[in-house]
């Protein structure tokens, strides 16, 4: 039995992403279609085909951060970003070509500021903080004969911004169970209107939290800063405008107060939905005893191992949505000497058992690829194995899976468990 992926892919990943999307635009080309195409760069590890990396080889850098700065890392995220450039180039071609442009609404925009130091246009912050340079990002639009080419918007947006933009441009009506912060871009796009109304913008990171008007930032741990001609954040106006300052501090605890604590909320993984057949459980997102390891700090591509005792246990906290018979399969990896340990997984009164009877012990990968070595896991390949079909009532749950027996040194390193509604009862 060869081990099986949940999706092979071909290639570089954004090529391959951006090879699917157009599949799909292309199968779709005559009724209207949503495409999110999410690309995994530039981000580490730091992988980069050699058409890419030559063009960048020979570029002169002057780093921002001498001492700090990797100016590999730097190089291999340009390169990155010309392929992006090529492969979001193949989608607009192939929009024209299917004579689509005219029809369809094109957004790039990414996710938050340089996750190194790296140049960022002298903003102070990058990844991780609520400065501006951690949480400013473009956004770009493309709708010919609705939106006018060269329109700038200066106003401050947000992402939250993006659904309801949408939905007027699409004339879909919004009902959600929320009032959403977000309002819509649509008068501003369209020339409509030449500017928005006064508003507030809250960035949150793990009990950061900043402020930014249209043209102050108060900081997370204070201080109030012109973002029009301080980017870097260096002169404290607090004490010159303390009305102001005051005012943005009340408006950011009143938001803590109001959203934080439902941000935080734990959500169970859905299984059963009406909209999905198959439900992954990765490792990543599992909660697990002490005596089992994860494979890095970083979650991508982590999985579990050194599970060696029938005392430990890895859960998942689910919620099924549809009660009826589910085929379990655990994707795991096992050296030659383990064989025979055997398993058992639940979800309260039901339960099934299982036996590892084969080892599957690949190596692990991606190192030879690297243009600056990783931080993350490196991956290898995990094999399927069918558990077997369990009665899922509908109702909230902790999924556990335990080791019965363990005749060798260890039971399995864990990437995920799948689960499949095979019955509805």
Not at 193 to 199: A, L, T
Not at 208 to 217: E, K, L, N
Not at 263 to 271: E, G, L, S, V
């Amino acid at each position: 039995m060869t081990a099986v992926l949940l999706y092979q892919g071909s290639g570089y990943l954004p090529d391959d992403l951006t090879e699917s999307a157009m599949e799909f635009m292309h199968a779709h080309a005559g009724s209207p279609f949503l495409v999110f195409l999410s690309y995994n760069t530039p981000h580490s590890p730091m992988q980069v085909p050699d058409e890419w990396w030559n063009q960048v080889l020979e570029l002169r850098q002057d780093p921002r951060f001498p001492e700090q700065e990797d100016t590999l890392h730097t190089r291999a995220a340009l390169a990155m970003m010309l392929n992006i450039d090529w492969n979001v180039g193949r989608v607009l071609t192939l929009l024209d070509n299917l004579s689509l442009t005219e029809e369809t609404i094109v957004l790039y925009f990414s996710d938050n500021g340089p996750n190194g130091p790296r140049w960022n246009a002298d903003m102070k912050g990058r990844k991780g903080s609520t400065d501006e340079g951690g949480v400013r990002s473009p956004l770009l639009m493309q709708w010919p004969g609705v939106i006018a080419e060269g329109t700038v918007i200066t106003d401050i947006t947000a992402a939250i911004d993006l659904m309801p933009t949408l939905a007027e441009f699409s004339n879909i009506d919004l009902n959600t169970n929320y009032l959403l912060d977000g309002v819509s871009l649509a008068p501003l796009l369209r020339g409509e209107i030449e500017s928005m109304p006064e508003r507030l913008i809250f960035s949150h990171w793990r009990g950061r939290t900043s402020v930014r008007t249209q043209t102050y930032r108060l900081g997370h741990s204070g201080g109030l800063f012109d973002m029009v001609n301080d980017r870097e954040q260096r002169v404290d106006l607090a004490s010159e405008y303390p009305e102001l300052a005051d005012s943005l501090e009340e408006a950011r605890a009143r938001w803590i107060r109001e959203v934080v604590p439902e941000a935080y909320r734990k959500h169970p993984f859905t299984i059963g939905s009406e909209d999905e057949r198959i439900t992954w459980l990765p490792a990543r997102d599992a909660t697990a005893s002490e005596g089992i390891k994860r494979s890095n700090r970083y979650p991508n591509d982590s999985f579990l191992t050194n599970w060696t005792s029938t005392q430990d246990s890895i859960l998942w906290e689910a919620d099924v949505l549809t009660t009826g018979e589910y085929k379990a399969t655990l994707y795991y990896t096992t050296a030659v000497g383990n064989e025979g340990a055997q398993i058992d997984l639940s979800f309260g009164d039901a339960s099934l058992q299982a036996t590892i009877v084969e080892a599957h012990d690949p190596a692990e990968y991606g190192m030879k690829e690297d243009r600056v070595q990783r931080i993350e896991s490196y991956v290898k390949d995990f094999r399927p194995l069918v558990l077997g079909s369990i009665s899922l009532e509908a109702g909230q749950e902790s999924l556990v899976l335990q080791a019965i027996s363990i005749p060798g040194k260890a039971v399995a390193d864990v990437r995920l468990l799948q689960l499949e509604r095979v019955v509805e009862l």
